[in-house]
């Protein structure tokens, strides 16, 4: 597999938007919206590292508890602007 960073150029910059975090808790709720274990968290951070974008922010998201959705429009209007 081809590093990402290599394929993309230096210009990208990258967001990992991980979905359903939700699912990730017995009941979500507003005080409760959504996790990802630090083991998942980790072994993405290793990918990450891995293809040249460990620094990239990631992004909590849930459609059900509205998780991170304004996160995600933040870097799409960033990414507008470029």
């Given amino acids: 597999m081809r590093n990402m960073a290599d394929t993309l150029g230096k210009r990208v910059k990258y967001v990992v938007v991980l979905t359903?975090?939700?699912?990730?808790?017995k009941s979500a709720s507003k005080?409760?919206?959504g996790s990802v274990s630090k083991q998942?968290?980790?072994?993405?951070?290793?990918?990450m590292n891995e293809n040249g974008v460990?620094?990239?922010?990631i992004l909590l998201t849930s459609a059900?508890?509205?998780?991170?959705?304004?996160?995600?429009?933040r870097y799409m209007r960033l990414a507008a602007e470029v």
Wanted: proline share 3%; hydrophobic share 30%.
């Fill in 20 to 25: 359903k975090a939700d699912k990730n808790v």
């Fill in 31 to 33: 005080t409760n919206q």
């Fill in 40 to 47: 998942v968290l980790t072994k993405l951070r290793e990918a």
């Fill in 54 to 57: 460990g620094k990239a922010p």
């Fill in 64 to 73: 059900e508890t509205k998780l991170g959705r304004d996160d995600i429009w």
